[in-house]
Nanobody
Framework: QVQLVESGGGAVQAGGSLRLSCAASGRTLSSYRMGWFRQAPGKEREFVAAIRWSGGSIYYVDSVKGRFTISRDNAKNTVYLQMNSLKPEDTAVYYC????????????????WGQGTQVTVSS
């Protein structure tokens, strides 16, 4: 099991930036892929970005490409989500999750989740 703690959420105006952090601990992290997901009120949880601890493939949902950047610091066991040019539609609770390093990226495939951090973007 992997323990995850997110931080860095907040309220910003459209066009602003935030950086989310996810501190991980527990089992050997190199065998995992880390993902950021978000859930807006009344909507299903959706994939945002993912990265392997061991390096390599990075994935983004189309709506955040060019605006969000996922990265990791292996020495700190921390994954980041840099969010630039934020839009009101980015408003959601953002979750960090750990899942298998290969295969499809689906909410149901990620077994360890953080508590979530609120991001609110006003117009």
């Amino acid at each position: 099991q992997v323990q995850l703690v997110e931080s860095g959420g907040g309220a910003v105006q459209a066009g602003g930036s935030l950086r989310l952090s996810c501190a991980a601990s527990g089992r050997t992290l190199s065998s995992y892929r880390m993902g950021w997901f978000r859930q807006a009120p009344g909507k299903e949880r959706e994939f945002v970005a993912a990265i392997r601890w061991s390096g390599g493939s990075i994935y983004y949902v189309d709506s955040v490409k060019g605006r969000f950047t996922i990265s990791r610091d292996n020495a700190k066991n921390t994954v980041y989500l840099q969010m630039n040019s934020l839009k009101p539609e980015d408003t959601a609770v953002y979750y960090c999750a750990a899942g298998p390093a290969v295969g499809l990226i689906r909410v149901t495939d990620f077994g360890s989740w953080g508590q979530g951090t609120q991001v609110t973007v006003s117009s």
